[in-house]
T-cell receptor, first 114, second 113 residues
């Protein structure tokens, strides 16, 4: 069935270094790929998204790249800060008949060490 | 600003009890979703609704039912709670337009004893 694989499950980086989280999706019809950040005890919140007609999108220290041929997309965080510590989820939207169900990855726990 | 609220942040119930989790959104969104979140398993879709009185099963609907009598409200029902339903439950909504973001509620941590 439809599946999104996310790696790594945990990631520790030194403050100021970059972090990269990768996701692979199975359904070639997927056309929308959001990334959510969930801080401890809080709700997931959208941090960046990308649509299938774009290869890369950047917002300050955060960027997402999409390779449709390989069916994978990645989140890049540069100059990491302690407040970037959180769980990050990727998702792929199957998109059909207006329902736009999401398939989520299993999450990456990012720890930024001061 | 989109607001999605859930009726309880924490809930403790006993095995066999009937449990209602309520979700309300104030953005006139067409779609509403219920997920459960467990460590290492990410967010798994239980049910979703794309219109009033309409519902579709997600990936793990067993043991759950839903109700959507009004557009702004989506209820998750555990007919007879079991210990393996102890989890964090997250509600979400979106407009249903192509590529629209899902907005999440704060979550309900349910413990079934």
């Amino acid at each position: 069935g439809e599946n999104v694989e996310q790696h790594p499950s945990t990631l520790s980086v030194q403050e100021g270094d970059s972090a990269v989280i990768k996701c692979t999706y199975s359904d070639s019809a997927s056309n929308y790929f959001p990334w959510y950040k969930q801080e401890l005890g809080k709700r997931p919140q959208l941090i960046i998204d990308i649509r299938s007609n774009v290869g890369e999108k950047k917002d300050q220290r955060i960027a997402v790249t999409l390779n449709k041929t390989a069916k994978h997309f990645s989140l890049h965080i540069t100059e990491t800060q302690p407040e970037d510590s959180a769980v990050y989820f990727c998702a792929a939207s199957q998109g059909a008949s207006g329902t736009y169900k999401y398939i989520f990855g299993t999450g990456t726990r990012l720890k930024v060490l001061a | 600003d989109v607001k999605v609220t859930q009726s309880s942040r924490y809930l403790v119930k006993r095995t066999g009890e009937k449990v209602f989790l309520e979700c309300v959104q104030d953005m006139d969104h067409e779609n509403m979703f219920w997920y459960r979140q467990d460590p290492g398993l990410g967010l798994r879709l239980i049910y979703f609704s794309y219109d009033v009185k309409m519902k579709e099963k997600g990936d793990i609907p067993e043991g759950y039912s839903v109700s959507r009598e009004k557009k702004e409200r989506f209820s998750l029902i555990l007919e007879s709670a079991s210990t393996n339903q102890t989890s964090m439950y997250l509600c979400a909504s979106n407009s249903g337009l192509a590529g629209d973001t899902q907005y999440f509620g704060p979550g309900t941590r349910l413990t079934v004893l």
